[in-house]
DNA sequence: TATTGTTATACTCTATAACTATA
DNA sequence: TATAGTTATAGAGTATAACAATA
């Protein structure tokens, strides 16, 4: 097998999108495997982990205005969130501040501690990323994220039930 | 429309692999999540569903010598993998028959319905695999599946941990 | 002694249901 | 009445441990 040039050259894509059916779904399978397997060892020593990792990830880039749209965003069921989020609040990397707008809801705000504590862990984070695109040629790289982008896009738009998080994801919220 | 275009020209690769550190493990989560879901679909009836699906695949393609090498190659556990050969015997589509080289191994084969009841079901699959690539440009869904077959290669080789699979992989074991 | 496969058990993760407080 | 968040409970999925048969 063309093992190493990513055989762009002899592809019929539509017709033959991979050697069997559902080889494209264990191989996804294999890669996120390895992916989640490195990001526990780059996050290791934060509450909850990886799950604990895009919380707080999303709770300082995101903005998001109360639990529900963290959760939606990252696919986290709400009583799930709720011990994630205790979890970071006992260690003091964010808070639970009354939602401006809504007094039932709670936004989540990191604190200056927790974003000190993203930033380093950001840092290992992005640094077995790269480890793991580097095996690649240059170039496909930026065409594999570029693409998986696009899919888990169209994927999210066009089926419901697997689209907890709809139109308002990779926005940033208002503060 | 921003979303088309996931900003190719501004890769750097190794630098940003992703807009944030994370964020490839969120887009593969979703693309996957998706992809299951219409594999779920896809292979409704048959016993166990997508994990049926691979094992019958598996037993008809590869025939792995027995149990173990069937489970390592789909990294389920081979307590787990018992009971999803149980299921798939029971609907007559496979049978455990004693492994010529070893008395201690059975070795799985598909009966003659299960081979025909795969290929109902593969067409399924090829279907909706072919669909979900279809959204793409036609050139990028080869190179994704490309790259993707590749980086699943380099993640198995190069971290034991999530390679139950070693090198024995994508061969097809001698019937 | 190590390995294959099975069974039973325990554990983890996630979802369901019920509740309080707001809207 | 519906929604945000919490809590407790139940369920699915998975791994662990102990076992019998064989290498």
Tied chains: 1, 2.
Excluded at 72 to 81: K, P
Aim: glycine share 6%; net charge negative; hydrophobic share 40%.
């Amino acid at each position: 097998m063309t093992t190493s040039d990513t055989n762009r050259t002899t592809t019929q894509a539509a017709t033959a999108p991979a050697a069997l059916p559902g080889d494209l779904g264990w191989h996804l399978g294999m890669v996120l495997r390895g992916y989640q397997s490195k990001f526990e060892d780059a996050v290791e020593g934060l509450p909850e982990g990886i799950r604990g990792f895009q919380v707080l990830s999303s709770v300082v880039h995101l903005s998001p205005p109360n639990q529900q749209a963290l959760g939606a965003h990252l696919a986290i069921d709400r009583t799930v969130l709720t011990y994630l989020i205790d979890a970071l609040v006992e260690a003091e990397l964010v808070e639970r501040i009354p939602a401006p707008t809504d007094r039932r809801a709670r936004k989540i705000v990191a604190t200056t501690h927790g974003r000190d504590v993203l930033k380093k862990y950001e840092t290992r984070v992005a640094a077995f990323e790269s480890e793991m695109l580097f095996c690649l040629p240059a170039e496909d790289s930026a065409v594999f994220v570029s693409i998986l982008g696009r899919l888990s896009m169209d994927i999210r738009g066009d089926d419901p039930s697997t689209n907890p998080c709809a139109a308002m994801d990779h926005l940033r919220w208002e503060r």
